[in-house]
T-cell receptor
C-alpha cells in the first residue's frame, strides 16, 4: 500500500514566484495535515483538513499561504508570492480517524528553497 | 512560544550503550505524548507513545518515561544501534480533542561504532 505521496521532492524558486506543493494522502484516511520543518521551530502544523474541509488553519503564517483539498485524494499548499524565509521542508501527513491519539503518517517532504 | 521543548539539538552515543533523549512541555493540558523518528530525506515515522495515565511505556528497545509533575518525558533506547541514528521528535496532544500535535525541534542522535 502506497504511503503519503508528495511532489515535487525539491523546489528551487526565486523570490516573488508562486509555489505549489502537492500531496496525495493514504487512501481511506479522513484527515490531512500540512507541516513545515525549520531548524529554529521544528515541525509546525500549518493547517489540517477533515473530509476535505479545512478545520484549523491557525498555523498558516500569513495570507501568502493557502491550502486546498478539492477531493479526498489530493491537496495543495500554495505560497504566493514566495519569500526567502519560506525556505523549509514541507510535510504532508494523513491519519485515518483524526483523534489526538491516532497515528499520523508522513510523506517524504518537499524541500523548498526560495532564492 | 515553544510549548514542547527539546533542549539538546544533538546527542552522540556509543553502540550498545543507552541513549536518553529528553523533552519538556509547558502546556498542562497535554495528556498524550509521542515520539517520532526521522531519517534524512524521509518523513517522520511514529515510534512510541504514552498516555498521561501511565508513567512508562515499553516497546522492545524503546521505553518512554513520563513525569507529569515535572512536565518532562524521556525516550530511552537500550541498547543503541547504528540504525538508530536519526532525528527524534517529541510531540504532545490533548486527547479527546481534534488531532493537533505540537512538536519539539528535534534531537539528532548519532550512534557511533
Amino acid at each position: 500500500d502506497a504511503g503519503v505521496i508528495q511532489s515535487p521532492r525539491h523546489e528551487v524558486t526565486e523570490m516573488g514566484q508562486e509555489v505549489t506543493l502537492r500531496c496525495k494522502p493514504i487512501s481511506g484516511h479522513d484527515y490531512l495535515f500540512w507541516y513545515r520543518q525549520t531548524m529554529m521551530r521544528g515541525l509546525e502544523l500549518l493547517i489540517y483538513f477533515n473530509n476535505n474541509v479545512p478545520i484549523d488553519d491557525s498555523g498558516m503564517p500569513e495570507d501568502r499561504f493557502s491550502a486546498k483539498m478539492p477531493n479526498a485524494s489530493f491537496s495543495t499548499l500554495k505560497i504566493q508570492p514566495s519569500e526567502p524565509r519560506d525556505s523549509a521542508v514541507y510535510f504532508c501527513a494523513s491519519s485515518s480517524h483524526g483523534g489526538a491519539t491516532d497515528t499520523q503518517y508522513f510523506g517524504p517532504g518537499t524541500r523548498l528553497t526560495v532564492l | 512560544d515553544q510549548q514542547v521543548k527539546q533542549n539538546s539539538p544533538s546527542l552522540s552515543v556509543q553502540e550498545g550503550r543507552i541513549s536518553i533523549l529528553n523533552c519538556d512541555y509547558t502546556n498542562s493540558m497535554f495528556d498524550y505524548f509521542l515520539w517520532y523518528k526521522k531519517y534524512p530525506a524521509e518523513g517522520p515515522t511514529f515510534l512510541i507513545s504514552i498516555s498521561s495515565i501511565k508513567d512508562k511505556n515499553e516497546d522492545g528497545r524503546f521505553t518512554v518515561f513520563l513525569n507529569k509533575s515535572a512536565k518532562h518525558l524521556s525516550l530511552h533506547i537500550v541498547p543503541s544501534q547504528p540504525g538508530d541514528s536519526a532525528v527524534y521528535f517529541c510531540a504532545a496532544s490533548v486527547s479527546g480533542t481534534a488531532s493537533k500535535l505540537t512538536f519539539g525541534t528535534g534531537t539528532r542522535l548519532q550512534v557511533t561504532l
